[in-house]
């Protein structure tokens, strides 16, 4: 099983600033996730041409399964978070993590059906400060939304601009979620063309045995987005004896 996140920034190089959504689609289709989760998606926005993104990648994908959360208006349209499957989504689930004034913020909470039975997926981008990050964290694990999906194992994906990897050690490890993407200096992800930040993150809780995890470094990757792209592979297995 394969998870691929990203933060597009709109399909807008994060070094030229162009809009080319091509060299998504092109970087996503040579790493053939099962499921992809994107962040800053644009929808009707002028500098994407008013393309609608979430259908157009769905499309230019194959990735038959998806779901959208807008978090930003821009003007008549806006950006937000994307999930695509090539894996059915039994269940999915908004939540609202804007903290008081700030920029709004989302996480969509998915029940992915594989094989090997169900995992929770969790896509996000969260907050520039880190009191807000550790806020935002502290809402999604004291959740109904994922209280009532316990029992099954969880990836926790996407955007984290956690700059000093701080969130593991104050928050996931007492909800019994473990880091996969760590040295943090092994995932270097932005800014793409020179990363320097660790930004986007997994971390995984239950049954879920991580094989693999990577940022992709390529030259197409350093160029299409400001971000480069997480790959997880995994497997799902019994849950861990307590």
């Known amino acids: ?13 994060g070094r030229d600033r162009r ?15 099962d499921v992809v989760c994107l962040q800053e998606v644009d929808q009707g926005v002028p500098r994407s041409k008013l393309d609608d ?9 194959g990735l038959p399964h998806g779901v959208y959360q807008r978090n930003v208006a821009v003007k008549q349209g806006g950006y937000g978070n994307l999930v695509l499957s090539r894996l059915p989504l039994a269940d999915h689930r908004s939540m609202n993590l804007r903290l008081k004034w700030r ?26 400060a880190e009191v807000e990050r550790r806020w935002q964290v502290a809402q999604l694990l004291a959740s109904e939304e994922l209280a009532t999906l316990e029992a099954l194992p969880a990836l926790v994906v996407g955007d984290f601009n956690d700059w ?13 979620f473990a880091q996969v993407t760590t040295p943090a200096s092994a995932f270097r992800s932005f800014p793409a063309y020179m990363p320097m930040g660790a930004l986007d993150k997994a971390f995984v809780r239950g049954g879920l045995l991580v094989t693999g995890a990577r940022v992709v470094k390529t030259a197409e990757t350093r160029d299409a987005s400001d971000h480069l792209p997480l790959v997880v592979d995994f497997e799902i297995g019994p849950a861990p004896d307590c």
């Open 164 to 176: 000093r990897d701080q969130l593991h050690k104050v928050c996931f490890a007492e909800a019994g």
């Open 1 to 13: 099983m394969r998870v691929l996140s990203w933060n597009i920034h709109k399909g807008i190089g």
């Open 103 to 128: 920029k709004p913020r989302g996480a969509q909470l998915c029940v992915v059906e594989t094989d090997a039975g169900p995992f929770v997926l969790v896509n996000w981008h969260l907050g520039l």
């Open 19 to 33: 809009y080319v959504l091509d060299r998504i689609v092109s970087v996503i289709r040579a790493e053939d996730p």
């Open 53 to 61: 993104q979430p259908v157009v990648l769905r499309e230019r994908l």
